[in-house]
């Protein structure tokens, strides 16, 4: 007999003997029966005891926090239908339903199935484990163990050669590599309502900054990690990159008290599908209509870029934009290369040509072409 | 009756050691217990571990044997042999345990960014399905009856707070399509916009290998039947992808990561050494890109192997005033053309007065008010 049973010891018979019961079971029976916990409750004085119970608790909210089915149950036992507490775990939330898939010869089914199959069409099963094996390489995900757990578990029943595979491969640039400490412990933060603390190197302000803010989401946008959070010194909502911070801790005291209150609603929804130059104030906000040559249009209304307003024949467009963050947009239009043109406002319209000369002023006409230091 | 509660829907701290040997306890003993076991380095590269790590954890449930009591139930026997992992057990944990509220989470995320929405529609290769909608049917079908089954309501508060934009369908379904001919093997037929190209969309043959992200960008990876070789496809300019039924092999060599170098796509051709001048305003957020260093004068000076002229003058006129091209000068003559193109359309001046000091931007692309 080994002189010590161990946690996961303990934990494996406490799961499978409450698993294989129908009925609940109650707390003095786990005592007696589980060897991680009998041979101190059968042979221990009161103490000894009230700390098996202890331990049983603390095995008891660790096995639920893993998402263990571990319910408590009211029920009633005897002649006199006393009711008393007891625990069990149903087999059908235990374990994962069997997923069968249509079209496929499959093995027939073992004893071991406690739910109806769940039927699987071929191309649903093709994104349920595509989608998961993508999210799993997404650089400095904060979920990509449990990403690559559920598809472990999915793909139990589905054989991958089946499902079929399409390679997604996800560049990992040097500041996704910072980031990936903090995605998860913002993540958590997020879920538990923990105010977090932070020095933050905003490019704008050139020194770092102390911040203590609220996390309300994290938004994985053009290949970084961004924290939507309220900063409470500013009592503004604000967006950090991730991987500007330093110092990163979340207020531990009262670990399951969350320290705010629920953010706004849909909060994300508003950084969704939205360029740089739509995030802002709406009072701010300025509407330009710009001209796009073909084949350029092309791509614009391939990437809903704007709205489409008219269209000029010969392929070319007219699309308008609502900008709240002119800078952005002045630079985006520049960046076309001269396939679009700010039509409207003369305002702004102006501003991209001002922009335009002084990026112009600096390769100056010269003789000969020289090399510039 | 109380059932469990969420206890912390959405990701903690890292799992204790316990915990993590219980999760992948939960997963070995149904694996193996399958006719014929399971290799264990099969069981070691699932599960990212050692094989040392394995054999612990098994040992932790073999040894159970000494203390358990004939009549307690769930006799669990394991077996390894020349290199496989056996279970035989007449009680419990034949099967996986159901997802974890974090699991079920991930398996939400992967399902809602299937959708097509709108005028999106995701041509099946087994066979055209659409929806009520128009749209595309089969993630509206997995999210209902998939979700249900797997997914536990509580999952769902933790969804609103994860957004992976760069993740969302692409509004036309390409790349749903082009990741379901890859998985088959199919050719494609693509309609695509050369960058810099003034005539119309080309269409190329494809044989569809992997899809790549960088860059905020997609890019699919594929060997072009007119090149005969494989080329990168940048997926904003596809404008459409259509499946043929003529499968293709896959060559058993081809990396898909070997595309990639240093957080970006790498594209093969004729290079050109172009170094460009990034103002201090801007130097902080390039140096941390290029791992480089700042200047005396706080600028930064980055040395890039260009192999596309278009997109170095894209990426040179994305920050306006605060890049500029220094060397070699044909570089700085593909910056003045473009600047030339759009200021004579107008009938601006040209060339304007050189100013005297190099201009102060006003910022550089953010996403929201950053801090």
Redesign the interface.
Request: overall charge neutral; proline content about 11%; some cysteine.
């Given at each position: 007999m080994p002189d010590r049973i161990t946690k996961v010891q303990r934990w494996l018979d406490l799961i499978a003997y409450l698993v294989g019961r129908r009925l609940p079971v109650s707390v003095e029976e786990l005592m007696e029966r589980i060897p991680g916990y009998a041979r101190d409750w059968v042979e221990g004085d009161e103490r000894t005891r009230a700390s098996v119970r202890r331990k049983f608790e603390r095995d008891k909210d660790e096995l639920r926090a893993f998402g263990i089915p571990l319910e408590t149950v009211r029920y009633r036992v005897g002649a006199l239908q006393e009711e008393v507490e007891g625990y069990r775990i149903q087999r059908k939330d235990f374990y994962l339903p069997y997923l069968r898939l249509l079209g496929r010869t499959q093995p027939a089914l073992a004893s071991v199935v406690f739910q109806e199959p769940v039927q699987v069409h071929p191309d649903e099963a093709f994104s349920a484990v595509e989608g998961l094996r993508a999210l799993s390489r997404v650089p400095a995900f904060p979920l990509a163990a449990a990403a690559r757990s559920a598809l472990r578990k999915i793909t139990f029943d589905l054989d991958p050669e089946a499902v079929g595979q399409a390679p997604v491969v996800f560049a990992v640039s040097p500041e996704s590599r910072r980031a990936a400490e903090y995605t998860r412990i913002l993540a958590d933060a997020i879920q538990r309502r923990k105010r977090a603390f932070f020095t933050y190197h905003g490019i704008r302000r050139g020194t770092p900054t102390s911040r203590r803010v609220q996390p309300w989401g994290l938004l994985f946008q053009h290949s970084h990690w961004y924290l939507v959070a309220w900063d409470e010194d500013r009592e503004a909502e604000r967006v950090f990159r991730v991987d500007r911070m330093e110092g990163l801790r979340i207020h531990e005291q009262e670990p399951h008290t969350p320290d705010f209150p629920p953010g706004p609603e849909n909060v994300m929804a508003r950084y969704r599908d939205r360029k740089p130059w739509e995030l802002g104030d709406a009072d701010e906000a300025v509407t330009a209509r710009v001209h796009f040559s073909f084949p350029t249009s092309l791509w614009a209304e391939r990437n809903g870029f704007g709205r489409l307003v008219e269209d000029l024949g010969e392929g070319g467009t007219v699309r308008e934009f609502l900008v709240r963050q002119v800078d952005p947009f002045l630079r985006w239009v520049l960046s076309l290369a001269g396939d679009a043109e700010i039509l409207s406002p003369t305002a702004l319209r102006e501003a991209f040509f001002t922009m335009a000369r002084q990026v112009a002023s600096l390769y100056p006409e010269t003789a000969g072409g020289q090399e510039h230091d | 009756?109380?059932?469990?509660?969420p206890?912390?829907?959405?990701?903690?701290?890292?799992?204790?050691i316990?915990?993590q040997?219980?999760?992948r306890?939960l997963?070995i003993l149904?694996?193996a217990s399958r006719d014929g076991g399971i290799a264990l380095k099969r069981l070691a590269k699932?599960?990212?571990v050692t094989e040392d790590t394995l054999l612990n954890d098994l040992a932790?449930?073999l040894?159970?044997s000494?203390?358990?009591?004939a009549d307690?139930?769930?006799e669990i026997q394991v077996a390894v042999e020349r290199g496989r992992v056996s279970v035989f057990t007449t009680?419990?944990?034949?099967?996986?345990?159901?997802?974890?509220?974090?699991?079920?989470?991930?398996?939400a995320?992967?399902?809602r960014?299937?959708r097509v929405e709108g005028r999106g529609r995701m041509p099946?290769?087994?066979g055209n399905?659409v929806g009520d909608d128009g749209g595309d049917p089969?993630?509206v079908?997995?999210l209902s009856?998939?979700e249900g089954?797997?997914v536990r309501p509580e999952a769902y508060s933790?969804l609103?707070?994860?957004?992976?934009?760069?993740?969302?369908p692409d509004?036309?379904g390409v790349r749903e399509t082009?990741?379901?001919c890859?998985?088959?093997r199919y050719k494609v037929t693509l309609t695509y916009?050369k960058p810099?190209?003034?005539?119309?969309?080309e269409s190329r043959r494809v044989r569809p290998?992997?899809?790549?992200?960088?860059?905020?960008r997609w890019y699919l990876l594929a060997h072009c039947e007119k090149a005969r070789a494989v080329r990168v496809f940048r997926l904003?300019?596809?404008?459409a992808a259509v499946p043929s039924h003529r499968r293709f092999r896959r060559p058993r060599d081809f990396q898909?990561?070997e595309?990639?170098r240093?957080?970006?796509?790498y594209v093969v051709g004729e290079v050109c050494h172009v170094r460009v001048w990034y103002s201090p305003k801007?130097a902080?957020?390039i140096v941390?890109?290029e791992?480089g260093q700042l200047d005396f004068d706080g600028g930064v000076t980055v040395h890039w192997r260009v192999v596309d002229p278009?997109w170095l003058?894209?990426?040179v006129?994305?920050?306006?005033?605060e890049a500029?091209?220094?060397?070699?000068?044909?570089a700085?003559?593909w910056?003045?053309d473009?600047?030339?193109?759009?200021?004579e359309?107008?009938g601006?001046p040209?060339?304007?007065?050189?100013?005297r000091d190099?201009?102060q931007?006003?910022?550089?692309?953010?996403?929201?008010?950053?801090?």
């Open positions: - | 009756m109380t059932r469990p509660g206890a912390g829907v959405g990701p903690k701290a890292k799992p204790s316990a915990g040997q219980l999760e306890i997963y149904p694996a699932d599960l990212d932790q449930v040894s159970r000494f203390y358990h009591p307690t139930g769930s009680g419990e944990f034949r099967r996986p345990a159901c997802l974890s509220l974090e699991e079920a989470l991930c398996l995320i992967a399902l960014q299937r099946f290769l087994q399905r089969g993630p079908d997995l009856r998939l089954a797997l933790a609103e707070k994860l957004e992976l934009q760069d993740l969302r509004p036309l082009l990741a379901q890859i998985a088959a916009l810099e190209s003034q005539s119309s969309p290998y992997a899809l790549a992200h960088a860059e905020g904003d300019r596809v404008l898909p990561e595309h990639l240093g957080g970006r796509i801007i902080p957020w941390e890109r791992e278009g003058v894209r990426h006129l994305q920050y306006g005033p500029e091209v220094l060397s070699p000068p044909e700085r003559e910056v003045k473009t600047l030339k193109k759009i200021l359309a107008e601006r040209w060339p304007p007065p050189r100013e190099r201009p931007g006003a910022g550089i692309p953010t996403t929201g008010k950053e801090g």
